[in-house]
């Protein structure tokens, strides 16, 4: 082991020190990677759950609004998100939000948010689908089907507002938006408003054919899957790297292999007069 004295030399040292930190640091980034691995399958696994289970009364699933007029209650907890709720209420087609920008199938439209006004006096956004633009462009307003009057009993699932929430203005005399931030839009509305918003699954009366019910995808939690592999196996790679340099360096110290030869310190021949 002798040969290998060479490994508590300043140089070696700073190399080992240098290796370590570089494959802690992946093995971390490994780690986190695996924590999102982990955070996007509950997701998933709560969207399949959302669609299979009986629908629950929605108050078991979201909080109350406790303000006045324009507020949102509060988020729901993490573990309530798309669960599959029933409520009935009023439709309140005077402050309907249409939210641009939205894709369905391919093509880009509108989600149309109409809020259900409750017993009490409070109300939730129902995203009752999507669907296409007027002629003229992605932008256009389209023509709403019209809601149902009296009383709607509604089943859908529990959506988080978005995060990055746009402006909302008045066009043409309806509220428009991109994004569904909750707590913006409430302060749009004359009622206080549940903190979340519902993906409108079933509806008595029935819903209008002409909407499309708004498409849910799955978070890609195998692309952190194959992150957690990557940055692993560079850790293993830079130790597997270290131990190789050492090793060869131990083999020339024994005269096993020859060192490269320094070209810059050969004489350079004469040149023949």
């Known amino acids: 082991m002798a040969v290998y004295r060479f490994l508590l030399t300043p140089r070696w040292l700073g190399i080992l020190a240098l290796t370590l930190v570089a494959a802690a640091v992946m093995v971390w980034l490994g780690n986190w990677q695996l924590d999102r691995y982990h955070g996007r399958t509950e997701v998933n696994e709560r969207i399949d759950a959302g669609l299979r289970m009986a629908p629950v009364p929605m108050r078991d699933a979201l909080s109350a609004p406790s303000g006045g007029p324009g507020t949102a209650g509060p988020a729901p907890a993490e573990e ?86 746009d402006a909302v203005n008045r066009r043409d005399g309806r509220l428009e938006t991109r994004r569904i931030g909750v707590p913006r839009l409430a302060r749009e509305l004359p009622y206080p408003v549940y903190g979340a918003y519902l993906l409108l699954d079933e509806q008595t009366p029935a819903a209008d054919p002409t909407f499309v019910a708004v498409p849910v995808g799955h978070a890609n939690n195998w692309q952190n899957f194959g992150y957690v592999v990557q940055w692993w196996l560079f850790a293993v790679m830079t130790l597997v790297g270290y131990g190789w340099a050492a090793r060869r360096e131990a083999r020339r110290a024994a005269g096993i292999e020859p060192r490269p030869v320094d070209r810059a310190a050969e004489p350079t021949p004469s040149t023949p007069a």
């Open 80 to 165: 309530k998100v798309w669960t599959r709720v029933t409520v009935t209420g009023r439709y309140d087609p005077t402050n309907t939000v249409l939210v641009r920008g939205r894709t369905a199938d391919s093509k880009v439209g509108f989600e149309v948010l109409t809020p259900l006004v409750l017993s009490d006096g409070t109300a939730v956004l129902v995203d009752r689908g999507w669907i296409p633009p007027a002629p003229g462009g992605a932008t256009a307003q389209p023509q709403v089907p019209a809601a149902p009057s009296g009383d709607v009993t509604v089943v859908g699932r529990v959506h988080e507002t978005e995060s990055g929430a």
